[in-house]
Nanobody
């Protein structure tokens, strides 16, 4: 089993920044890529960013390119999402995600709320 715990959410004004963290525990050897998703009020969950096991490659949704940066520290079993130039439309619950290598089974954290408002 793998457990994911997000932290770092909060309330910020437009144009501000936040850094989210996701700490993984359990059978860490059994997972590979990690990523972030978000779900805004009344909307479907959407993909935000993904990073490879080594951290050598990253991908971003068009809506966050140039503003968000995903990174990971394997020694700490932690993935980060640095969010800059935040907009009200970034308001959502942000979820950490990874996959089991053997069969691609997904693991999800419980989420951390980000609120961007004046």
């Amino acid at each position: 089993q793998v457990q994911l715990l997000e932290s770092g959410g909060g309330s910020v004004q437009p144009g501000g920044s936040l850094r989210l963290s996701c700490a993984a525990s359990g059978s860490i050897f059994s997972i590979n890529v990690m990523g972030w998703y978000r779900q805004a009020p009344g909307k479907q969950r959407e993909w935000v960013a993904t990073i490879t096991t080594s951290g050598g490659s990253t991908w971003y949704a068009d809506s966050v390119k140039g503003r968000f940066t995903i990174s990971r520290d394997n020694a700490k079993n932690t993935v980060y999402l640095q969010m800059n130039s935040l907009k009200p439309e970034d308001t959502a619950v942000y979820y950490c995600n990874t996959q089991r290598i053997r069969d691609g089974m997904p693991y999800w954290g419980k989420g951390t709320l980000v609120t961007v408002s004046s």
